[in-house]
Every structure is written in structure tokens, then in C-alpha cells.
């Protein structure tokens, strides 16, 4: 031992080990005899473990609660998207109804009057300033489109291709205020001049006028196109549309049946434009055997 330095006094640890093995001792052989210091000691502890437990069991719930939050904002956000996903697939299921209904049209107006067909989409309107009625397609002459070819969709004739871009044309509709067709009556074969009058909607209307002056249109005859030389600007056989009313002027006793057309020049999507057979093409073809070729 250095000089110096004292011993570390060693009384008060061999006391508490002493007191330590007697209370083990005592509680081995007499448990108890203990109870009287567990409940003494139970007192002073008791309510500071019920603090102890107020302060953290918030906190733990807290954690809890911020889990089950963040999973609970989870779900929401899955559930809005597959509800969106749903809302979009509703909205485009009726336009995709439509579409094939009016491509399943195209099949049966090619197989019913001979034509091969190019199916093209309207993909805009021309100006109303201008005072033409025409629309855009997106075909043009990679799909085999050339200026004056018919203008079909399932309904009925729709006009004519009146310029060709590469990939995009240019359609005058039937309604337009120049727009003449060749026509007749499906029931006696007259034949007469078909002029449109301008109007696009519900309220669009056609003029047939008949070369035979002495013949009356009936309510309800059908009118269909008289066709043109070679089949441009249009083919021969596509339904127009129906007798409506027939005005006679008394002066110059001419007749003129007012025509209600088969097709809604409004709202155009799918239409056909005939191309001779054997047309080459960057698109799937509708041959008049009614297959896609």
C-alpha cells in the first residue's frame, strides 16, 4: 500500500450486503413476514407509476394513431384512384360502344354497295366564318385518299374529299350552301339536283329539285345518290335521306321536295371514304366483302 492513500471504508457495503442476505433469507423461509414493506413501498411507488403511465400512454398513442393515420390515407388514396380509373373507363365505354357501332356500320354499307372503304376520323370543323361546311379527317394520301372521292358513314352519304394533305383532308359536307349532288327517288327512280342549305344541326335540310317538273316527290321516299361519271365526285346508291314536304310555287309551278338527311353532319366521328379496289394504303381497308383486309 502507498503512503498516502487510505483504505475506502468498507463498513457501510458490508452492511447492506449483510441486510440484503438477511431479507432474502427471511423471505425464503417467511414470505410474509415481507408483505407490510411490499405495501409500504407500494404506496410510495403506486402513484408515481400511474403518472408515469397518464405521461407516456399518450405518447404511445400518439405513435399508434400517426401509423394508423398514414396507413388509413393510404387506402384513401388507392380507393380515389381506382375510383377515378373507374369514373374514366364508364365515360369512355360509350364512345367505344359508339365507335364500333359505327365501324360495324361501314362493314355493312361496303358490303352492301360494292365499295372499298378507308375509315377515317373527323378530327375538326371549319370555320362558321367563312360559310363553308366542311370538315377534317385525319387520311390523306399515304391512306390512299384523292381529291372528289365519297364521303360515307353507317347512316348515309356525308360529301366529298375536297383537298388531300399527307396525312389529313379536307371533306365539303352535303349540306353546304354550293353543295350539288346528283339524286333520285328511290321508289319511281327520278332523278333530280340535291343542294344543301347551310345548316349543320337538327335543323339541316336538303332541296331536291327533280328534272321532271310533272313528277311529285311523296312524304317519305327515299332519296339516294344518282352517282356521277367514273364515281366521282360520288358513287351511286348511298341513302341521302327522306321526303320531308314537298313546296310548290303557283308562279312558275316548279317543285321542290324538302329533304331530311340520314346523317347528323354535327357530330361526325367515323366515316368511310371509297377508294377504288386495290388501293394501297397505310390503314386496315373495309373490302366490299364486309372483311378488314
Not at 362493314?107 to 378530327?123: C, K, M, N, Q, S
Not at 377508294?275 to 366483302?289: A, M, W
Request: hydrophobic share 40%.
Amino acid at each position: 500500500m502507498r503512503r498516502g492513500t487510505r483504505p475506502a471504508p468498507r463498513g457501510p457495503l458490508v452492511l447492506a450486503l449483510a441486510l440484503a442476505l438477511a431479507l432474502l433469507t427471511l423471505d425464503a423461509f417467511s414470505p410474509r413476514a415481507l408483505d407490510p414493506a411490499r405495501t409500504a413501498v407500494g404506496a410510495v411507488l403506486g402513484p408515481v407509476q400511474v403518472v408515469g403511465h397518464r405521461v407516456v400512454s399518450p405518447i404511445v398513442s400518439l405513435g399508434s394513431a400517426l401509423r394508423t393515420n398514414g396507413s388509413l390515407r393510404h387506402d384513401v388514396a388507392t380507393l380515389q384512384a381506382r375510383n377515378s380509373a373507374l369514373e374514366s373507363q364508364m365515360r369512355t365505354t360509350g364512345l367505344d360502344r359508339a365507335r364500333l357501332a359505327a365501324y360495324d356500320g361501314l362493314t355493312r354499307a361496303a358490303r352492301d354497295t360494292g365499295y372499298a372503304l378507308v375509315p377515317a376520323h373527323v378530327i375538326g370543323y371549319g370555320p362558321a366564318a367563312n360559310f363553308s361546311r366542311t370538315v377534317t379527317v385525319d387520311a390523306g394520301r399515304s391512306a390512299g385518299l384523292r381529291p372528289d372521292a365519297t364521303v360515307i358513314s353507317s347512316e348515309g352519304l356525308v360529301g366529298r374529299v375536297l383537298s388531300v394533305g399527307t396525312s389529313t383532308s379536307t371533306v365539303l359536307l352535303l349540306c353546304d350552301a354550293d353543295s350539288v349532288v346528283g339524286a333520285r327517288l328511290a321508289s319511281s327512280m327520278k332523278v333530280g339536283f340535291l343542294r344543301g342549305r347551310g345548316d349543320l344541326g337538327d335543323r339541316a335540310r336538303l332541296a331536291l329539285s327533280l328534272v321532271d317538273t310533272a313528277a311529285t316527290p311523296a312524304r317519305g321516299d327515299i332519296v339516294v345518290s344518282w352517282g356521277s361519271e367514273r364515281g366521282g365526285p360520288y358513287v351511286a346508291g348511298i341513302p341521302i335521306g327522306t321526303v320531308e314536304s314537298v313546296r310548290i310555287s303557283a308562279r312558275d309551278t316548279t317543285k321542290e321536295a324538302v329533304i331530311r338527311p340520314l346523317v347528323s353532319f354535327g357530330s361526325l366521328d367515323l366515316v368511310g371514304v371509297v377508294v377504288p379496289k386495290g388501293t394501297r394504303s397505310d390503314r386496315t381497308l373495309i373490302s366490299p366483302s364486309g372483311a378488314s383486309r
